[in-house]
């Protein structure tokens, strides 16, 4: 079945560090790929995706590629704040025929920046 | 616009009671998916709806959990005969996907905290 594997967590780092989570996925078809985070005492974030292969989502400086060769979706980021402090989940959904849409996710990653 | 709510915020109950967890989506977002986040499990799936029909029920883990949509918008997630490790935070999030339109970001809500003594 379809599954997503993160690196795990937590990772700390102190302030304009770089980033980098890992994220791979196995699945039938061509799923869509998302990064969510949880920031602390808040809801889930949509924070980027990626609906096909190549493929670059951003924001708020984040970024991830849609790498269908590694069937990866890393998520970088340049230079970390204290305020990027939360859980990052990769996620993957499919819509192909039979399919809902249904979200699986990684484990999340735990993301603490230090001043 | 208003977000995906969620209701109560929070609720402890005793092992054994019935309890009813509510979902308000997006206006107009026909699909509806139910999640769970639990410390040993992560987050998992556990039904689908769109419009009212649950076409896949196949994440709820046991014939204690029910869930129901009426008028295409409203859910509510019942679990029967709760047991201690039903305790989880319940999420809702709500699309405009169907199986075709490959709109498929899903807002979602604050969650629902349930504890089971």
């Known amino acids: 079945g379809n599954s997503v594997t993160q690196m795990e967590g937590p990772v700390t780092l102190s302030e304009e560090a770089f980033l980098t989570i890992n994220c791979t996925y196995t699945?039938?078809?061509?799923?869509?790929l998302f990064w969510y985070v949880q920031y602390p005492g808040e809801g889930l974030q949509l924070l980027l995706k990626?609906?096909?292969?190549?493929d670059k989502g951003s924001n708020k400086g984040f970024e991830a590629t849609y790498r269908k060769e590694t069937t990866s979706f890393h998520l970088e980021k340049g230079s970390v704040q204290v305020s990027d402090s939360a859980v990052y989940f990769c996620?993957?959904?499919?819509?192909?025929?039979?399919?809902?849409?249904?979200?699986?996710f990684g484990q999340g990653t735990t993301l603490q920046v230090k001043p | 616009g208003a977000g995906v709510s969620q209701s109560p915020s929070n609720k402890v109950t005793e092992k054994g009671k019935d309890v009813e967890l509510r979902c308000d989506p997006i206006?107009?977002?026909?699909?509806l998916y139910w999640y769970r986040q639990s410390l040993g499990q992560g987050l998992e799936f556990l039904i689908y709806?769109?419009?009212?029909?649950?076409?896949?029920k196949s994440g709820l883990p046991s014939d204690r959990f029910s869930a129901e949509r009426t008028g295409g918008s409203v859910s509510t997630l019942t679990i029967q005969r709760t047991q201690q490790e039903d305790s989880a935070v319940y999420l809702c999030?709500?699309?405009?996907?169907?199986?075709?339109?490959?709109?498929?970001?899903?807002?979602f809500g604050p969650g629902t905290r349930l504890t089971v003594l």
């Open positions: 990626a609906t096909k292969a190549d």
């Open positions: 699945a039938t078809g061509y799923p869509s």
């Open positions: 999030a709500s699309s405009l996907a169907s199986a075709t339109s490959g709109t498929d970001t899903q807002y």
């Open positions: 996620a993957l959904s499919d819509l192909g025929s039979g399919n809902t849409g249904k979200l699986i």
């Open positions: 709806f769109q419009g009212n029909s649950a076409p896949d």
């Open positions: 206006s107009g977002h026909t699909a």
